[in-house]
């Protein structure tokens, strides 16, 4: 039996951060054998908010597909996609814009709240923006993906797919799957400051090229308390564990489970420092980075191997987007070839 199929992606807008690991990619590893993947460099949606900054964009390219390979997925095994090299992705986007209501995007929450954080900045928000979540809709049915690895920003995007590929199947008939999302381990990894998104956009990240010193300089500047209503002074003061920024990455980064406990419960009663419970955690983060900058360097050195790894990809989907295309056309009775134009006078 065919092997089902996922489509993800992330947009080339910078390096990746721990949120990435454990909201996605720690989920593609682990899926990328079972299923046929393409993970997609969304550069057009890149283009929705940086549509001055495509040099930035054509970096993050490369750097987004060397941040893939340094954690472990298999170039050979998944076809890494660029979005840009596959225009079907566009053709799609367009019939989906005149399918889908307006309404069907005013009222996504994650859409609201970054249209609001680019207001916050004083920026003008695209059309290509504002129409992004649609656009994603369009990467995830052309190739007919049953599942989708998302961090939990993105539920919103996906019941917009499912919705959109109901209505197209309703309209035209049977022909695109209703995919599933699949949230990772940490639905949403919270920011070095305490914000509730550990982001690019927000400069609140620890990437997964950080070398070790600024992973300890990053740290060492977290936030403890969220609500700065609990301040700790000095080590004896007793400390609050629960939704403590350092703890919760802890939580989720040090694999030594009692360590963890013995800590908390020294910082509860007031007999560790700040110091201390963040060093452990540089500790834990750079030992769980060291293999990630070993393959790293690895791949920086071969820049040809990267450059052949993403036109490889972006080929393989190539060959399944026209085959979607062409049905779409098919049934959406948009082919004006002599035979079919005749076709349809007689
Ligand atoms: P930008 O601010 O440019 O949108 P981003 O950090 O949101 O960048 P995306 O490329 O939009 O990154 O997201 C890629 C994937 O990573 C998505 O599946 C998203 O849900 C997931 N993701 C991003 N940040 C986090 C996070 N802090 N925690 C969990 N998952 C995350
Ligand atoms: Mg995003």
Redesign the pocket.
Known sequence: MARQRIL????P??PL?L??F???LENWLRLQHEYECYFLI?DYQ?LG?HVDEIERIRRSVFDVAIDWMAVGLDPYESAFVVQGYVPEHAELTMYFSMLTPKSWLDRNPTLKA?MQQIEDEHDTISMGFFNYPLSQAADILLPRADVV??????LPHIELTREIARKFNRTYGEMFPEPKSLV?R??????TDGQA??????DN?IYLSDDAKTVQRKVRRMVTDITGQHPRLQATDPGIVENNPVFLYHDVFNPDTEAVRDLKERYTRGTVSDGEVKDTLVVALNAFLDPVRERRAQIEARPEYVAEVLHAGSERERVIARETIDEVRERMRIVYTPDAMTARLR
């Open positions: 993800t992606g992330m947009r807008t910078g951060h949120g990435h454990v909201g996605a969304a890149a908010d970054e690895p998302v961090g939990d920003d993105q990772g940490v639905p949403r990894l919270l920011g998104k550990m982001s690019k956009s927000l990240a």
